[in-house]
């Protein structure tokens, strides 16, 4: 998908921005000790439940929120910053590492249409997946279930079920 940047679409994404960041601005301040604090305020800024069982270590930072849908048992250690314009769902019993970047959205690559337009695509991460510290995945991706995404990755491709990928651009070097 794009659109443009200037638009009462590309408004709205703008107070959008500004929600996420005031509520991000709460999250931050919710100590790591207040589990369902954490739980609450992560809720208010994806606008759905995440469940008992969902933990998130701030900082943790995202362009809208909105976007972002998360099964059971998810884990999201600190320092992540997701950019959901394009949508990122992420499946039941997924570790996400320190410092992870999940981008669904950008702009398009001509000169003459970058800096007006956007492109998005979901990011569909399936269950069981471990992603590691610092590793970036990229819009229009899907990583399949059991995958594990090595640190420092740059994943621009869907990963197979039950592998293992690293480096930049992230390529299988193990089946799981």
Same mark, same amino acid.
């Given at each position: ?14 107070? $959008?921005? *500004?929600?996420?960041?005031?509520? +991000? ?9 207040? +589990? ?10 994806? #606008? ?29 250690? *600190? ?5 959901? &314009?394009?949508?990122?769902?992420? #499946?039941?019993?997924? &570790? ?15 000169? @003459? ?25 990229? *819009? ?15 994943? @621009?491709?869907?990963?197979?079920? $039950? @592998? &293992? ?10 089946? +799981?």
């Amino acid at each position: 998908m794009t659109s443009s940047a200037r638009s009462a679409e590309g408004r709205a994404r703008f107070e $959008n921005v *500004q929600r996420a960041v005031r509520l +991000l601005a709460r999250l931050s301040a919710i100590g790591f000790d207040d +589990l369902p604090g954490l739980r609450s305020a992560f809720e208010e800024l994806v #606008g759905k439940p995440v469940g008992d069982r969902f933990m998130v270590i701030p900082p943790f930072s995202t362009d809208c929120g909105l976007n972002i849908s998360v099964g059971a048992n998810v884990f999201i250690n *600190q320092g992540c910053h997701f950019m959901d &314009m394009g949508g990122i769902a992420i #499946g039941d019993d997924v &570790m996400i590492g320190p410092k992870v970047t999940i981008v669904s959205a950008g702009h398009p690559v001509s000169p @003459s249409k970058r800096r007006n337009g956007i492109t998005a695509a979901p990011v569909i991460i399936g269950k069981n997946v471990w992603i590691g510290a610092a590793a970036t995945i990229l *819009q229009g991706v899907t990583i399949g279930e059991n995958a594990v995404i090595a640190a420092g990755a740059v994943v @621009s491709r869907s990963v197979p079920a $039950n @592998s &293992m990928v690293a480096g930049v651009p992230a390529r299988v070097i193990k089946h +799981l």
